[in-house]
């Protein structure tokens, strides 16, 4: 059986000497790469959605604060460390709701902490970036695995923004159960909302289904309700960007009202990530920050205005799914009920 999501192009990759993204503003009407070999350059491309999903955006900071190092000149290990630190808080903050960002590279600057020496520092930034990568990989397919085993045959499912293979190292979050299942010949169906303002989901997640097969239908947000209620849906698979010590989770804007659509059909409705998004310091979706965008997002669509000049606008980029919505946490340890996120950190630290 194919690896599908390998015949998809990587949204981060180390190649080089330099960090390559895919350009996922320009999806789907262009595939264009970006080499980029400055932590600004990181940093910005996180900040205008170049690179963007919890995982990726994480992968492409760890990579972010490796080149800095690399490239950075100092004489001795605690100058080196020092300006690695700086750097840390400088790309946490290019966007601060997802908590991949800050975990990839606090956990980079922590190894590098042990190492005797300038070179050694630099080798272990790099590597350590490279294993976060290939971590994700792996925690995206055992995913996929306990997605899958929740889905009846022939179910559909629907889904909001793109938590996918580019969203990601590989096979994605809420997408990867689909691509593990094109790869074993099983039929499933994908509704997909439109996900404004950015329409990640008509953009996105369309795109890299169609491209592998996967059976996907597109409809505006607001088509939600009545697709709930006149066609069977069998789930609601959604994606974090992060999730706190209760279960409550947050994710694109325009989830809760789904996770709320849900509810009122008796459709079970699941958020997708790996454990890493989960923020134990939290204890509460009301402490997580949500980011606020530019006006433009609302009242542009590709540079052409909507809405009348002078209008006041609010755009709030994700929004918080209370936990007594969620049925279930599928990450690669598998689904984890929200009551029960304390003793599995309990297992995890034991």
Known sequence: ????????????????GALILLDQRRLPLEVRYRRL?????????????????????????GFGIALWALDAEADSPQSLLEGLERTRVYLESSRPTAVNLAWAVRRIFRACQSEP???????????????????????????????????PAGATVMTICNAGAIATARYGTALAPFHLARE???????IACETRPLLQGARLTTWELASIGIDVTLITDSMAA????????????????????????????GTYGLALLARAHGIPFYVAAPFSTIDFELADGSGIPIEERDEKEIVEIQGQRIAPEGIKV?????????????EGLITERGVIRCAELDCHQARAMG
Not at 125 to 130: C, S, T, V, Y
Not at 132 to 139: K, L, M, N, T
Not at 246 to 251: E, Q, R, T, V, Y
């Open 1 to 16: 059986m194919s690896d599908q999501a390998a015949r998809l192009p990587p949204s981060v990759e180390w190649r080089d």
């Open 37 to 61: 070999t400055r932590v600004e350059e990181v940093w910005e491309a996180i900040k205008q959605l170049e690179v963007r999903g919890a995982p990726a955006i994480g992968i492409a900071a």
């Open 117 to 151: 020496s300038v070179a050694a520092i630099r080798a272990r930034a790099l590597l350590e970036a490279q294993a976060i990568q290939a971590e994700d990989a792996e925690a995206c397919r055992k995913i996929g695995e306990h997605g899958l085993a929740l889905l």
């Open 184 to 190: 074993r010949g099983l039929e499933l169906s994908v």
């Open 226 to 253: 009545h697709v709930m209620k006149t066609r069977r849906i069998d789930a609601v698979i959604v994606g974090a960007d992060r999730i706190a010590r209760n279960g409550d989770s947050a994710n694109k804007i």
């Open 314 to 326: 609010f755009n709030p980029a994700f929004d918080v799914t209370p936990n007594e919505l969620i």
